[in-house]
């Protein structure tokens, strides 16, 4: 395979032949590169064309994280939703699995069909430990001092999670941050929102420096899609959210989680039914 710098951070990996299957790559290679970058795009190799084969290739990174829809999450935009990750908005910074008794390690994304140029729709990523890496010391005090209380009803759970701004990488040990972006100010239609609230620091300083950090250029990435691309993220280190799209935009990621070995109970979990 062909390994190729993603800016600002992560890895493009490419089939050295046009077409080479995405299986035949060894997973415990790929897994090692995703340890050091916490971005992976497969772009250009022969993926999924039935829906089941994309869970199966997804139990090679490990145990699948299993949700009342299934392995599968098919991100979707939907006529009247009841929720804003199936509208067509934009969502704000988080991690996943906030809100479940476990978190998973990994997202991995397959994009069965891509907005075209213009329509919008980029998942976005934050680095967080590239973010806790460029930040200076009075900012970095400042997120030290906050933690996040954060609360969520949505089809799937009614859940409450309390989290230090600056956490720690349950495997890694080194410093990452946990937040849940509060939705831009002025956005209105944001459907189904969780509450949120913030303590340890001034809530206006806290956003702005967060914010600005988090989507600055060098600790920021937006994937365009591709139809075919396969993305891995690691979940413990980065923040992801998405760019508002076209309505009706031809939009169709699949998402998978993965959970680490062995399963990361949700350390920061209060409550949750
Ligand atoms: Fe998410």
């Not at 067509?88 to 978190?103: E, I, K, S």
């Not at 239609?189 to 913030?198: H, I």
């Not at 139809?227 to 939009?251: C, I, M, Q, Y």
């Amino acid at each position: 395979m062909k390994i190729t710098p993603n800016r600002p951070f992560g890895l493009v990996l490419e089939p050295e032949n046009p077409g080479d299957d995405i299986r035949d790559l060894d997973v415990e290679q790929v897994r090692e590169l995703l340890w050091k970058e916490r971005l992976i795009v497969l772009r250009g190799f022969r993926t999924f064309s039935e829906p089941e084969e994309f869970p199966a290739y997804c139990e090679r990174w490990g145990q699948i994280s299993i949700w009342p829809f299934g392995k599968v999450l098919e991100l979707l935009e939907q006529n009247n939703p009841e929720d804003h990750i199936f509208d067509n908005n934009y969502v704000p910074l988080h991690w996943d699995g906030m809100y479940r008794p476990q978190v998973p390690e990994y997202q991995i994304f397959h994009c069965v069909k891509a907005p075209l140029q213009g329509q919008g729709g980029r998942t976005t990523f934050s680095d967080t430990v590239r973010v806790l890496e460029h930040a200076p010391a009075h900012h970095r005090a400042l997120w030290e001092q906050a933690t996040g209380s954060y609360q969520r009803k949505m089809e799937f759970y009614d859940s409450k999670t309390v989290s230090p701004i600056v956490d720690t990488h349950p495997l890694r040990g080194y410093p990452v941050i946990r937040y849940n972006e509060p939705p831009k100010a002025g956005f209105g239609n944001f459907l189904n929102p969780p509450t949120l609230a913030f303590s340890g620091a001034d809530e206006a300083q806290l956003h702005s420096s967060l914010r600005d950090a988090l989507y600055a250029p060098e600790n920021f990435y937006a994937h365009e899609w591709q139809a075919g691309d396969v993305v891995v993220a690691d979940n413990f280190s980065l923040l992801h959210g998405r760019e508002g799209f076209e309505t009706k935009a031809p939009r169709h990621l699949r998402r998978v989680h993965v959970l680490s070995n062995p399963p990361l109970d949700n350390p920061r979990l209060v409550s949750h039914q």
